[in-house]
């Protein structure tokens, strides 16, 4: 099990961009697949990016293909979501998530392990 903690939300205008972090501890983290899902009010909780524990893979929403860009650091024990050229319909909060396993990073089944979220807004 892995302690999660997000960082780096802000309010942004359309165009800009952001960098998330998901720091973690109590776990070894370099064993976890990772990933960042995000939420808005009175919709379920969406994929947006994934990575395998060595970085080797990784999987993104066709939503935010393009622009996002996810990235992990097995050192510091954080894993980061580089999101440029921002629209207003990315605006949501975002949480990110461990999986001890490799298997259909992309799928929320199987990520046990979440932090406590961090609010994106983008205005137009």
């Known amino acids: 099990q892995v302690q999660l903690v997000e960082s780096g939300g802000g309010l942004v205008q359309a165009g800009d961009s952001l960098r998330l972090s998901c720091a973690a501890s109590r776990g070894t983290f370099s064993r976890y697949a990772m990933a960042w899902f995000r939420q808005t009010p009175g919709k379920e909780r969406e994929f947006v990016a994934a990575?395998?524990?060595?970085?080797?893979?990784?999987a993104y929403a066709d939503s935010v293909k393009g622009r996002f860009t996810i990235s992990r650091d097995n050192v510091k024990n954080t894993v980061y979501l580089q999101m440029n050229s921002l629209k207003p319909e990315d605006t949501a909060v975002y949480y990110c998530?461990?999986?001890?396993?490799?298997?259909?990073?992309?799928?929320?089944?199987?990520?046990?392990?979440w932090g406590q979220g961090t609010q994106v807004t983008v205005s137009s």
């Open positions: 998530a461990a999986k001890p396993n490799g298997y259909r990073i992309n799928y929320i089944d199987g990520y046990d392990d």
């Open positions: 990575i395998t524990w060595t970085g080797g893979y990784t």
